[in-house]
């Protein structure tokens, strides 16, 4: 076991304390408190760490991860807020998504801040609330950092960068009828009306094809009606989960949705946007020197909310994330700090 990597410790300390997204408080107070012992400058923000001289000159490059989780899964078999090593494993509730990135980007930050191009500033952002997509998560911090040339988010990639990301659209549907007796087969039947927009929803075709994305997704998942078995039913409510593309974006997605169906359609949000790292960017060809494989990610992150050039890179794998058992690898830490160092020493502007 690897147990002389000396952030080991940080990670399990931090994951003992419950950090469901919300309710971040005292994981935020522990880890600024740990920033303040290196005498970093930390500006705290709701529960949001911001680290770095905003005032500095130079171009602005930022490392963002998040402490928050999920609640836990049933199938636990420990307790998900005692962490636990287990050989070179390090169980526990958000050890992979996404205490692993924030210990590597920790590290790699504090290796890298003074070490980066001339005309480079780096910034160290631990978010809070992003597992709900949160108002005082990183939304509330990054209209105080100005234009940003880069961000490189910290998610469970294996370390591989992902250069695109899906976006997501949520819409609630309605269809009217008119209600009236099922025996004498009057009214109008809204589940009946409300088939044929869903089918028409599951019709829909995307030509255009994205470099790194799947095609788009429009399913329904949801629907509500009726009150009584022989009331023809006069309201049909249904859920439509829109997932979005580089091609196709939420606001695209909504227009050509709403083309096929005649219900009414009301997106719940339309802000978490797809996203896709222009092929000549400095991020792109820092990727092509460092020697890493490219890739398009079907999850969802912080990247949604960014304006800016990102990509998601960071220790660990997806499909651990999550679920009851997560657990990181110490090994998957050194490497990730090791890359995440590497990596800002191609970045180029």
């Known amino acids: 076991?690897?147990?002389?990597?000396?952030?080991?410790?940080?990670?399990?300390?931090?994951?003992?304390?419950?950090?469901?997204?919300?309710?971040?408080?005292?994981?935020?107070?522990?880890?600024?408190?740990?920033?303040?012992?290196?005498?970093?400058?930390?500006?705290?923000?709701?529960?949001?760490?911001?680290?770095?001289?905003?005032?500095?000159?130079?171009?602005?490059?930022?490392?963002?991860?998040?402490?928050?989780?999920?609640?836990?899964?049933?199938?636990?078999?420990?307790?998900?807020?005692?962490?636990?090593?287990?050989?070179?494993?390090?169980?526990?509730?958000?050890?992979?998504?996404?205490?692993?990135?924030?210990?590597?980007?920790?590290?790699?930050?504090?290796?890298?801040?003074?070490?980066?191009?001339?005309?480079?500033?780096?910034?160290?952002?631990?978010?809070?609330?992003?597992?709900?997509?949160?108002s005082r998560g990183i939304s509330a911090v990054l209209p105080m950092l100005g234009k940003l040339e880069a961000v490189i988010v910290g998610e469970p990639t294996g370390m591989a960068p992902a250069v695109a990301e899906r976006g997501l659209m949520v819409l609630d549907g309605e269809v009217r009828g008119k209600a009236g007796h099922a025996a004498r087969n009057e009214g109008e039947n809204a589940i009946y009306k409300a088939m044929k927009d869903m089918q028409a929803i599951a019709q829909l075709e995307f030509p255009e094809q994205s470099d790194w994305l799947p095609a788009p997704g429009a399913q329904v998942t949801m629907i509500s009606a009726g009150t009584r078995h022989n009331v023809v039913p006069d309201l049909c409510r249904y859920v439509v989960d829109v997932r979005s593309n580089d091609r196709y974006g939420n606001e695209r997605l909504l227009e050509m949705i709403r083309s096929v169906c005649s219900g009414e359609l009301i997106p719940r949000s339309t802000r978490l946007l797809s996203s896709g790292l222009d092929r000549d960017h400095f991020l792109m060809k820092a990727i092509r020197a460092a020697g890493l494989e490219p890739f398009g990610s079907s999850t969802l992150s912080d990247m949604a909310l960014i304006p800016f050039p990102s990509l998601k890179m960071g220790p660990g794998e997806s499909a651990r994330s999550h679920t009851a058992g997560e657990y990181i690898k110490i090994s998957e830490l050194e490497q990730g700090v090791e890359a995440y160092c590497q990596f800002l020493q191609h970045i180029e502007i």
């Open 1 to 134: 076991m690897s147990s002389q990597f000396p952030y080991t410790e940080l990670l399990l300390e931090m994951l003992s304390i419950p950090a469901v997204s919300r309710e971040e408080e005292k994981r935020a107070d522990f880890l600024e408190s740990y920033m303040k012992e290196l005498a970093w400058p930390v500006k705290r923000i709701y529960n949001n760490l911001l680290v770095g001289d905003l005032d500095a000159p130079g171009a602005s490059v930022l490392l963002n991860s998040h402490m928050d989780t999920v609640p836990p899964v049933e199938g636990w078999e420990s307790d998900p807020f005692i962490p636990l090593v287990h050989g070179e494993k390090i169980l526990g509730l958000g050890s992979n998504d996404a205490g692993a990135s924030v210990v590597s980007m920790l590290a790699a930050y504090n290796q890298m801040k003074d070490k980066l191009g001339k005309g480079i500033r780096l910034l160290l952002l631990i978010s809070a609330e992003e597992e709900v997509s949160g």
